[in-house]
């Protein structure tokens, strides 16, 4: 569930740069975006911004520019604040890599996908899984998220899915498919998965406040 979006109290003391508010929205937001900046890394594919200190480097940026006074203020409480803080996350990333390039011309669209070396488990795995879905959950379309909801979190049968939703078993076949490709393709971006790791989306089934 969007925090600021839907706490008014929060995105005020937010506002005021009351440092309990700033210290909530970092805890929040911090594990999914460490996820999506690891993720750009591997893309970018350069070995210097792959190291765990590059990376702590550009998360506490990100998080630098979107606590700073001008940009509090000028947030829009009507949009997610994840999609704006990867938004940032993005431009401060290619800024980064313009340093270590020089001054060619580049932008966020030269961040194409490419081969990733597979990522071990660690400690956190799990939550790194957790954070990426959460990411990719937040993306989807609303027929998607109705799937996901009503076959993975809600555990209902396709029957009972087709049910809820109104959909035929063949459409929802379709939508599954298009939920389980989509979660696997972030999951592959951001170094969590082999290629040839069999996967299930209902393994990472997440309950949301």
């Known amino acids: 569930m969007p925090l600021l979006r839907n706490d008014p109290t929060l995105l005020r003391a937010f506002r005021a740069g009351e440092r309990s508010a700033l210290e909530t929205v970092y805890r929040h937001y911090v594990r999914g975006l460490d996820v999506y900046l690891r993720a750009l890394s591997h893309r970018s594919g350069m070995p210097e911004l792959r190291q765990a200190s590059a990376v702590q480097d550009l998360l506490q940026d990100v998080f630098m520019r979107v606590f700073a ?5 000028a947030y829009d409480e009507r949009r997610d604040f994840a999609p704006y803080l990867r938004a940032v996350a993005r431009n401060s990333f290619v800024d980064a890599l313009r340093k270590r390039q020089g001054e060619r011309s580049l932008s966020a669209e030269d961040l194409t996908p490419c ?6 488990p660690t400690a956190d795995y799990e939550g790194q899984v957790l954070a990426t879905l959460e990411l990719y959950l937040d993306d989807i379309s609303p027929d998607l998220r109705a799937v996901y909801e009503q076959r993975f979190v809600l555990g209902r049968s396709q029957q009972a899915a087709c049910d809820s939703l109104g959909v035929t ?6 939508l599954e498919d298009r ?18 790791t069999p996967f299930s989306v209902g393994a990472f089934q997440i309950h949301r406040e």
């Open 69 to 73: 006074a001008g940009a509090r203020h």
């Open 115 to 120: 081969a990733l070396e597979p990522s071990y």
């Open 169 to 174: 078993r063949r459409s929802l076949r379709t």
């Open 179 to 196: 939920l389980r490709r989509g979660l696997r393709k972030s999951l592959l971006l951001a170094g969590l998965l082999y290629i040839d």
